[in-house]
């Protein structure tokens, strides 16, 4: 396992492990189709969700924002992730600022859209969600893992639209290439797991069976507050598609993402020594590109959270909201710690 891959992914290998002796069936992708017991529609009633809904396109996208303020955060989870993965932070910082978190489509409760699911649809359905929304920027955006590449093509399409950028153990283009992706497990193998699951999970997730037995995740204790919401979010199906199809279209988006620098103020926030970064190649290789984020961009520094997991907005989330707001109100020159990288205690 490694620091990019999921939760959610390795929850489900283990969901493979324990059906398989269950259920037999040659391996097949999931199925589109989901009975309506299943859909996000039909977890409404015991557990609503937050926001408001947006026809994107053809489809329904969900959008939750809070609080008022000169800045407005827009936050951008990681692969098999959505809006809940956020709770904590659009709590504590809406106090002070407006935090918007979003279900990218197929996830959570925004219903799947067509066409291909990489980095330039993605931040397109985005921009249309708050336009649609009257969301006003300039926007702080805000990317988690995968969500690191959505948020750096989004300010390459929309650049008028940004006015800072946040890495939260963020992945970028050349964690998925050569001995980077070697390194950190992402290489063609790992694509190969991502992008197909068995037919058995499939039957699983669609009895409901997956969900009453815990077997696609693990609770966070930060989101104690949601509980029943964060259960009902569990194990469906279009979530599992989305996930995949994202990972199909990882080499679209090496090519989407530019590697020009940029001119934006940017937080790069690390994990430290998670222990899915098993081997020292791998914690090595993660340093290095996240440290390649500071090349990037000139306005840019690094701080670390020390004994901290890939899921700092869970993990640590005391840590990461204390430098977004340190990050957005300065209390000195920024220039003073442009480049630099410091650690701090994960809390």
Request: net charge negative.
């Amino acid at each position: 396992m490694n620091s990019t891959v999921p939760k959610k992914f390795v929850l489900k290998m283990r969901l493979i492990a324990s059906i398989e002796a269950v259920l037999a069936g040659a391996s097949a992708p999931v199925m589109s189709a989901t009975p309506a017991l299943f859909t996000s529609t039909s977890r409404w009633p015991k557990n609503p969700p937050p926001g408001g809904f947006y026809m994107v396109g053809v489809n329904s996208m969900h959008l939750s924002c809070a609080g008022t303020g000169s800045r407005t955060i827009i936050a951008e989870a990681g692969s098999g992730e959505d809006s809940l993965t956020w709770t904590f932070l659009q709590n504590s910082l809406s106090k002070t600022y407006r935090f918007c978190s979003y279900d990218r489509a197929g996830t959570g409760w925004s219903e799947p859209q067509p066409g291909v699911r990489d980095a330039l649809a993605i931040s397109s359905q985005l921009h249309e969600l708050l336009k649609t929304a009257h969301e006003q920027g300039p926007f702080v955006l805000l990317g988690h893992s995968l969500g690191g590449l959505y948020i750096r093509e989004y300010a390459q399409q929309y650049p008028s639209d940004i006015s800072a950028l946040i890495f939260l153990d963020a992945a970028t283009p050349g964690a998925y290439e050569g001995k980077a992706a070697d390194a950190l497990g992402l290489g063609e193998a790992t694509l190969r797991q991502l992008t197909t699951f068995s037919f058995p999970v499939w039957a699983m997730e669609v009895s409901g069976y997956a969900r009453l037995k815990h077997l696609c995740s693990e609770f966070p204790p930060a989101l104690s507050s949601i509980q029943g919401l964060f259960m009902a979010d569990q194990c469906i199906p279009s979530q599992d598609a989305e996930q995949r199809h994202e990972a199909v279209a990882l080499p679209s988006d090496e090519q989407e993402v530019s590697n020009l620098p940029g001119t934006l103020p940017v937080l790069v926030l690390s994990e430290d020594k998670s222990p899915v970064l098993q081997t020292p190649e791998a914690f090595t290789t993660w340093n290095m590109l996240q440290d390649s984020l500071l090349r990037l961009y000139p306005k840019s520094y690094r701080v670390i959270a020390a004994n901290s997991d890939h899921f700092l907005q869970t993990d640590c989330p005391n840590f990461a909201a204390d430098q977004i707001r340190a990050f957005l109100e300065p209390v000195q020159d920024g220039s003073a710690v442009y480049g630099k990288t410091t650690t701090a205690p994960c809390r």
